[in-house]
């Protein structure tokens, strides 16, 4: 079992910048972050492995990285728009391959993030 945390949402106006964190009890091969606005299908935003992945729609904003001395995932939310409203998964996959297409194994609780025009 992995557990994971997430912290650091919050509300900020457009253009903004947030850091979301994700403790966790052990990063694994792939550890990724989804969000899920209201109304909405859950969408993946960035995986990281030895590679990272990113969403079309945050590529050039945002930045997914991993501190395996502290368990910690994060990322990195610059230049914000109201789109990116929503609740904030961070989520582990156990084995390879990595992606954000790929299916997940365990999640954290969500933290939301709410972006004000």
């Known amino acids: 079992q992995v557990m994971l945390v997430e912290s650091g949402g919050g509300s900020v106006q457009a253009g903004g910048s947030l850091r979301l964190s994700c403790a966790t009890s052990?990063?694994?091969?792939?550890m990724g972050w989804f969000r899920q606005a209201p109304g909405k299908e859950r969408e993946g935003v960035a995986a990281?492995?030895?590679?990272?992945y990113y969403a079309d729609s945050v590529k050039g904003r945002f930045t997914i990285s991993q501190d395996k001395a502290k368990n910690t995932v994060y990322l990195q939310m610059n230049s914000l728009k109201p789109e990116d409203t929503a609740m904030y998964y961070c989520?582990?996959?156990?084995?390879?391959?990595?992606?954000?297409?790929?299916?997940?194994?365990?999640w954290g609780q969500g933290t939301q993030v709410t972006v004000s025009s």
């Open positions: 989520a582990a996959r156990l084995y390879w391959p990595c992606g954000l297409e790929r299916d997940f194994d365990h």
């Open positions: 052990r990063i694994t091969g792939c």
């Open positions: 990281i492995s030895l590679s990272t």
